[in-house]
């Protein structure tokens, strides 16, 4: 707003100024200092009161010329009221605290425009006279990024729990209507099954053998179509319903989902190494999902070994989280993939080769991730996979 | 043909899902014995024999299978009713729904219900959980006797 206008000292002023003698050249400084300052400068006789010398800035900041203020008491001076009072009671004070700091005083200038200033002024002794010296900056601009910046503040809060609520509620809105639309899915689907299987039963023998085969295809169809909703349904459900953590010993988990897993496992030569498991901190049905999940995507994908090995085991962890892992010697897969293997309805491998909806690994990253854990895979094409995933140590008991 | 007074009423307002069920009450001879009305409405009207029901007999059904997802009156309002009016809250009502969901089924057991039966996807379970529903219900089970009645 103010902006005194400062000369520019030219170097050859600098070269001359060395020629003067010491005294000479103090005083030369002083007054530079004082001329160009962007602060407000006055002095003033203690005694009695007037105003002795003003600089270019105090004479911008009031818009009074040097004319109008030199001689003039202090205390006559409207505009620097706040800072010298009407009864000279600022004469009183600096005579007591030689230097004086004052802030937040309000300087109205010829135009009628406040600008909040801060003064800094100090009592001073030389040749037997006292003198004050009073500095004025002007921080109205500093004063306005202040108060923008604690507004700011005040409001970020509010702000960051405005956005917060606003996307918890688009997330349970998602979650409704990813639940609603399976659910409502599986009406239609459950009369296209019921259908064709009255048509199998009671028609077949009128059906050309095509015809027979379009039939299978529609209940085959059909069929894949519950096991995707039912899947949907699981995810939205993991989303949803509430945590409820609770101290669970891993082990009991991953023997309880073999148990699970047996209609998977009958048929099959699997060599189970199952090291020490930590007891750690979850809930424990997800969490029981999630090994659910991971054990029958290692059971899947080594169908084709003549003798699948699945390991499960922890890594050498650090203080505040357990790592394990799940290994096995099957398929693998294309470690370009490794992060997009966790998606909903990602399948790397054929689906004709190995069944599967393609969301039970989406189902355990989401399960650890709310779980405040972390997963992710190693593998290679036909050379096994790793699936390591996180869980933080809590303090629950 | 006389008409068997009806051992089950079926509430369900999906004419699709009705003639599954019918189709699977025929091949265990039993669809005679269903009564099947399409909205919560009708299904209170038909157990207080108001309107369309007026001059039927006295005998109410031994089972209320109940859609929870109907036009109007809800499942869950029809079991509120039938379970807080002395003159049939005896008569079994059991849930029968595409719903799996954990809330519905704490709200109709909290209402009264005496089971709950997801309605299976495939046709096959869906035949033997229809099966097995009736037949306990309609026949292993005795039901509350009409002539005696308790008073508390």
Redesign the interface.
Known sequence: MTKATVSKITSAEILRDVSLPNQEREENHYRRIFETSQDAILVLDFKSHRILDANPGICLLTGLSKAHLIGAKAESVLSLRTLFGAEGAFFDEIKADPILYRENLVVENRDGVHIQVEATCNLFHSQGQQFIQCNLRDVTQHRLAEEQVRRLNETLEQRVAARTSELESANRELEAFT?SVS?DL??????I??????LENEAAENLSEPHRRHLSTIGGAA?RM?DL??DL?AFSRIGR?EMQKAKVDLLTLVMEALDDLQEETKDRIISWKIHDLPVVTVDRSLMRQALVNLLSNAIKFTSTRTRAVIEIGTEACAANEDTLYIRDNGVGFNPRYAQKIFGVFERLNNAEEFEGTGIGLANVQRIIRRHGGRVWALGKVDAGATFYFTLPRSSVK | MRKEPARILLAEDDPADVELALSVMQSAGSAQCVEVVNDGESALDYLHRRRKWRGRGASQPALVLLDLKMPGIGGIEVLRSIKSDVRTRCIPVVVFTSSGERRDIALCYENGANAYVVKPVAFPSFAETLQSISQFWAGVNVPPMRSVRVTR
């Open positions: 639940y659910h599986r009406a239609p689907l459950r009369h099954m019921g259908f064709v299987e009255i069929r519950a909703i039912e349904l319903s």
